[in-house]
């Protein structure tokens, strides 16, 4: 790393390679005034500036070795300090603010017209972020994340629901160029990062970051294991997962139990049974929800036997699964005893903060309190729930703490809360299952993220899909999401098989859940979900030729274990993600840079997921330099180019590397009947 500085410029560059740039005529930073305006319905937000002042911090003086001052100009008083830190291949910016009233920041790191950019978090529109901008801030995603898209429209209209292609539950203010350097910027704050021009990259954050880091790797490979060391790894996947398929199955008992059987004795290989209703069931317009009071005891009317009921799974090698969220309903039990003891968020009153979530209300456990948060880790997610025998969850929500009329025990504002608040939630989770001695045992999965969340949380899930092949919110969009995920060290990502949002007449189709069910077979976990309005959609026991379609699938799954196994391996001890950008491990391939509706399947396997309905054949890119050898029929083909193969149900596009070491045992994937 060189660090040169004469005559109000500051380059700093990597191997030749320019990282930070300041000169007079062209600043890389600026400090300015606003007044935001944020308000959230049901978990989107509406959020607006005003930019009172913005000011460029156009002269810059020596004030150490390392460290540097910046103003307006010549004449005026310094604004800003920054604290260059050199530490081998990387380096750390970091700076202070000299006047507390500006509560803006923007720096510019050099571009290139042709640069890639990856990360930002999970999203779900595009993988390459270049060209756009995206805000950086935990939420609902929306339904309909296409601008001129009618569902969008009618989201909109009914209920502030509609989204935008930058919306996530998952933002993160990381980024990773193909200069061959990740960009990290240490803060909770909203935050934007703008990758319009060509000759800048323009990180916006609505307040004073703690740091700007510039990690260089030789290989993307080498940012993503330094990535995932800084944010932390997950454990390996847990042994019973390797079995088969996660059924997500609700409406009772003997709903929930005679179903399990059924797809078992249709051939279903299946590792664990997810029961949502678990702990009770309430009905809205937006259609069957959970009552959120996380205790079975209250609510045995569903599942009176349960406890017995999860021994007798347990002796088939099957576990059992269920659903939790940080909130809790002002009409169930646990709300009077979480509101006597305090540990719930309040508001200017010192009354519960009650948050809507669509006809009905709930209370927020202060995770700042760590009280709170022992009670709720304890109390709920341990006693109630591990202790039970539940093996693990899914662990929703975390987008939805307020930000105005909020007031936290460690008393920070809730507007620098609110991304880290779904951290604070799995980290939660993960400390009930440390505690119990189950880490790499039980597995929760979640949906919300943001910086460390890598540490806690075992298991991403991609959120609430559309049931359709739409471009920005169906099959497609969980492919670019693992992909930008895995780019921060993310490694096991899965979504929702079929997908679960389904309003306004847009239905599950027996070719849709097909469809994605051949993908998650090449994931790192397979799991189903009914939808929001499950009598109302196709599900997987209403067709005998999707039950054998699934059954096969499922051995597929299994067949590959040994695989994902080593995959696994490598993910604990590098940080890889197994679902992997296909320029991870072809940089000399341009055509590789920014695809995001196929991926590699750690390094051996390329899949290619059909996602558009109607269609009988598939055309796939193979990356150059390697023989590509086509799983179902035997033919091999030349990379570099694209080929287009028949791709009916049950024979998803998938390729192995002619000369891999797995060939034998990809090669047996045809044969599997």
Not at 162 to 181: A, C
Not at 455 to 468: F, I, N, S
């Amino acid at each position: 790393m060189q660090l040169d500085f004469s005559s109000q410029v500051l380059n700093i560059r990597h191997k030749q390679q320019l990282l930070f740039s300041h000169q007079a005529d062209a600043p890389a930073f600026f400090l300015g005034k606003g007044t935001e305006k944020m308000e959230i319905y049901r978990g989107n937000f509406d959020i607006e500036d005003y930019i009172e002042s913005r000011i460029a911090l156009t002269h810059i003086a020596q004030l150490d070795n390392h460290l540097f001052s910046f103003a307006p100009n010549a004449a005026s008083p310094a604004l800003l300090e920054v604290q260059v830190i050199v530490d081998g291949d990387d380096v750390t910016l970091q700076p202070r603010v000299l006047d507390e009233s500006y509560n803006r920041f923007w720096v510019r790191l050099p571009a290139e017209r042709k640069e890639h950019v990856w990360g930002c978090g999970e999203q779900m529109s595009y993988f390459d972020l270049r060209g756009r901008h995206f805000p950086l801030w935990t939420s609902e995603p929306g339904v309909g994340r296409h601008p001129h898209s009618e569902i969008k429209w009618k989201a909109d209209v009914m209920g502030k629901a509609g989204g935008d292609y930058y919306h996530t539950n998952y933002p993160q203010p990381t980024f990773v160029s193909s200069r061959k350097y990740s960009c990290h910027v240490e803060t909770t704050a909203y935050a934007d990062f703008d990758f319009r021009n060509e000759a800048f990259h323009e990180l916006q954050v609505w307040a004073i970051p703690q740091a700007v880091q510039l990690r260089t790797a030789d290989s993307y490979l080498g940012i993503i294991e330094k990535l995932s060391a800084q944010f932390g790894r997950q454990p390996k996947l847990p042994e019973w997962v390797y079995n088969g398929a996660i059924l997500g199955l609700k409406g009772g008992e003997v709903n929930t139990f005679s179903r399990l059987e059924n797809a078992l004795d249709h051939g279903i290989k299946v590792s664990g049974l997810w029961s949502e209703d678990w702990c009770g069931l309430r009905v809205t317009s937006f259609g069957k929800r959970l009552f959120w009071d996380w205790d079975w005891q209250h609510h045995q009317d569903r599942y009176p036997n349960l406890p017995a009921k999860i021994k007798a799974l347990n002796d088939k090698g099957i576990e059992f699964m269920a659903y939790v969220n940080p909130y809790l309903c002002e009409d169930g039990k646990l709300y009077p005893v979480a509101k006597e003891l305090g540990y719930m968020a309040l508001d200017k009153d010192g009354q519960v903060a009650l948050v809507d979530f669509g006809e009905f209300y709930c209370g927020c456990i202060d995770f700042t309190n760590p009280d709170a948060m022992a009670w709720f880790r304890d109390t709920v997610l341990r006693k109630n729930m591990l202790d039970m025998g539940i093996k693990g969850w899914m662990a929703d929500f975390g987008e939805y703490l307020p930000t105005d009329n909020i007031y936290l025990h460690n008393g920070v504002d809730a507007k620098l809360m609110h991304n880290a608040w779904p951290t604070l939630w799995a980290q939660c989770n993960a400390e009930a299952v440390a505690m119990n001695g189950q880490t790499g045992d039980a597995l929760f999965f979640m949906r919300a993220g943001y910086t460390g969340v890598q540490k806690h949380c075992p298991l991403l899930w991609a959120g609430d899909q559309c049931v359709d092949f739409s471009r920005h919110d169906g099959l497609v969009t969980v492919i670019s999401g693992a992909l930008s995920s895995g780019m921060l060290g993310n490694a096991y990502h899965h979504s929702d098989i079929g997908g679960y949002t389904s309003l306004f007449g847009n239905r599950r189709t027996k070719e849709l859940f097909d469809r994605w069910v051949e993908m998650a077979a090449f994931t790192p976990v397979m799991r189903t979900h009914e939808g929001n309005r499950p009598d109302e959609n196709f599900q997987f026991d209403q067709d005998g030729g999707t039950l054998a379609h699934f059954a096969r699938m499922t051995r597929v799954y299994c067949h590959l274990n040994p695989y994902l196994r080593s995959l696994v391996d490598e993910a604990a001890e590098k940080g890889y993600p197994v679902q992997r950008a296909l320029m991870l491990h072809f940089e000399h391939d341009p055509e590789t840079y920014a695809m995001q509706d196929q991926y590699l399947y750690g390094s051996e396997l390329l899949v290619a997921p059909v996602h558009k309905g109607d269609v009988s054949e598939w055309t796939t890119y193979l990356p150059a330099g390697e023989k590509w050898t086509h799983v179902w029929s035997g033919q091999t083909f030349t990379g570099g180019q694209r080929v287009t193969l028949p791709a009916p149900i049950g024979q998803p596009p998938v390729f192995y590397r002619a000369n891999s070491q797995w060939a034998s045992l990809f090669a047996e994937l045809k044969d599997l009947a």
